[in-house]
T-cell receptor, first 117, second 113 residues
Framework: AQSVTQLGSHVSVSEGALVLLRCNYS??????LFWYVQYPNQGLQLLLK??????LVKGINGFEAEFKKSETSFHLTKPSAHMSDAAEYFC???????????????FGQGTILTVHP | EAQVTQNPRYLITVTGKKLTVTCSQN?????MSWYRQDPGLGLRQIYY???????DKGDVPEGYKVSRKEKRNFPLILESPSPNQTSLYFC????????????FGSGTRLTVV
């Protein structure tokens, strides 16, 4: 079964500092990987996705993530945090192995990012 | 505008009173799914549907029902809600195989007292 682990339920950074949110997945087949952001009292917004093309994926709002197969990781980074980045971030994985797994997104537990002035 | 529309956005109800949360998409997507979001647990799939009249259980289906009579609509039904179903619910739809994009609704915050 597919699974996703986000290390750290809460991450706190200062404005201007590096943001690093960690995500590891379990997989027996090549996965598709996603990062979503949820601002307070809002729905889910796609930040970026990995679909087996370039291993370094650039997303919106200056975020990027690198797919590392050897480490089964897909960590999210941003060089310089902004106050508006404060939100909850979810890593998700999907496999197109067919059958009942088709289309299913499996989410990590979420990481709440706090940005201090 | 391509979107998934859920209603209501907020709902407070009492234990045992049947309720339905509606979900509608205007993208002609075949795949639709319901998730619930709980603190520290992320989003977990309740039910999904790969096409009209084809539905199946996700990871946490107990206490829920769904139906898919038309492609655009995928309502979530709680026949006898209980307090442990207090949660934030999201409906999502996805395009055909090879299309990686999911579209999520704005969410329904349900409180069962």
């Amino acid at each position: 079964a597919q699974s996703v682990t986000q290390l750290g339920s809460h991450v706190s950074v200062s404005e201007g500092a590096l943001v690093l949110l960690r995500c590891n997945y379990s997989s027996s087949v090549p996965p598709y990987l996603f990062w979503y952001v949820q601002y307070p009292n809002q729905g889910l917004q796609l930040l970026l996705k990995y679909t087996s093309a370039a291993t370094l994926v650039k997303g919106i709002n200056g975020f990027e993530a690198e797919f590392k197969k050897s480490e089964t990781s897909f960590h999210l980074t941003k060089p310089s945090a902004h106050m508006s980045d404060a939100a909850e971030y979810f890593c998700a994985v999907r496999y197109d192995a067919g059958g009942t797994s088709y289309g299913k997104l499996t989410f990590g537990q979420g990481t709440i990012l706090t940005v201090h002035p | 505008e391509a979107q998934v529309t859920q209603n209501p956005r907020y709902l407070i109800t009492v234990t045992g009173k049947k309720l339905t949360v509606t979900c509608s998409q205007n993208m002609n997507h075949e795949y639709m799914s319901w998730y619930r979001q709980d603190p520290g647990l992320g989003l977990r799939q309740i039910y999904y549907s790969m096409n009209v009249e084809v539905t199946d259980k996700g990871d946490v289906p107990e206490g829920y029902k769904v139906s898919r009579k038309e492609k655009r609509n995928f309502p979530l039904i709680l026949e006898s809600p209980s307090p442990n179903q207090t949660s934030l619910y999201f409906c999502a739809s996805k395009g055909p195989l090879g299309n990686y994009g999911y579209t999520f609704g704005s969410g329904t915050r349900l409180t069962v007292v």
